[in-house]
Nanobody, 118 residues
Framework: QLQASGGGLVQAGGSLRLSCAAS????????VGWLRQVPGKEREFVGA????????YYADSMKGRFTISRDNAKNTVYLQMNSLKPEDTGAYYC?????????????WGQGTLVTVSS
């Protein structure tokens, strides 16, 4: 199971750090991604991190502002979001997959809501 947390209300230009905690001891066997969804729009890929944390990639609109990291000893992945914009508002989900770089996710966490005010 995955549990996302850390969402909240922040002003534009501010920062938030989201966490995705996993209960499985096999967490380090999975790549983890973050995705977000705004009501009325399709789910959007944010970024992902490899199993050992050595590699990450991001959607173009997040590059340079968002950073994904993980601590496998704590079974947790983080999404550090800086320079937030109102268009970053949405429900953020973490997901785990067996194949880094794939758009297929085996497990999903519940969303955590991020609201960026202008």
């Amino acid at each position: 199971q995955l549990q996302a947390s850390g969402g909240g209300l922040v002003q534009a230009g501010g920062s938030l750090r989201l966490s995705c905690a996993a209960s499985a001891r096999t967490f380090s066997s999975y790549a983890v991604g973050w995705l977000r969804q705004v009501p009325g729009k399709e789910r959007e890929f944010v970024g992902a991190i490899s199993r050992d944390g050595s590699s990450t990639y991001y959607a173009d609109s997040m590059k340079g502002r968002f950073t994904i990291s993980r601590d496998n000893a704590k079974n947790t992945v983080y999404l550090q979001m800086n320079s937030l914009k109102p268009e970053d508002t949405g429900a953020y989900y973490c997901a785990a997959g067996l194949t880094y770089g794939s758009s297929h996710w085996n497990y999903w966490g519940q969303g955590t809501l991020v609201t960026v005010s202008s």
